[in-house]
Nanobody
Framework: QVQLVESGGGLVQAGGSLRLSCAAA????????MGWFRQAPGKERECVGG????????AYADSVKGRFSISRDNAKSTVYLQRNSLKPEDTAVYYC?????????????????????WGQGTQVTVSS
């Protein structure tokens, strides 16, 4: 069992930056690749990116590429989502998710239904 807790959400102006954190408790954190998702009202949950278990490889959705950055600190069992140049369309509830991975350098899937554990989500609102 892995418990995930996101933090760092809030209200930010367009063009601003915000870093989300996701702290994990439970089994060996590095055994899990991590994904970040978001869900805006009335829209499907969207994967914004992911990071391999070792932290060496990342991947991003085209909509956030160049603006968002994912990193992890396995010693702290925490994964981060740094978001720069925020836009009103980035407004959503952001979730982190964990998927068991035997290959520590492989970037996780973008398919939400394949993840094993989810955080409770944190609201991010970007004002124009």
């Amino acid at each position: 069992q892995v418990q995930l807790v996101e933090s760092g959400g809030g209200l930010v102006q367009a063009g601003g930056s915000l870093r989300l954190s996701c702290a994990a408790a439970g089994r060996t954190f590095s055994s899990y690749a991590m994904g970040w998702f978001r869900q805006a009202p009335g829209k499907e949950r969207e994967c914004v990116g992911g990071v391999s278990g070792s932290g060496t490889n990342t991947a991003y959705a085209d909509s956030v590429k160049g603006r968002f950055s994912i990193s992890r600190d396995n010693a702290k069992s925490t994964v981060y989502l740094q978001r720069n140049s925020l836009k009103p369309e980035d407004t959503a509830v952001y979730y982190c998710a964990a998927i068991r991975s035997f290959y520590t350098r492989v970037v996780p899937t973008t398919r939400a239904n394949e993840y094993d554990y989810w955080g409770q989500g944190t609201q991010v609102t970007v004002s124009s």
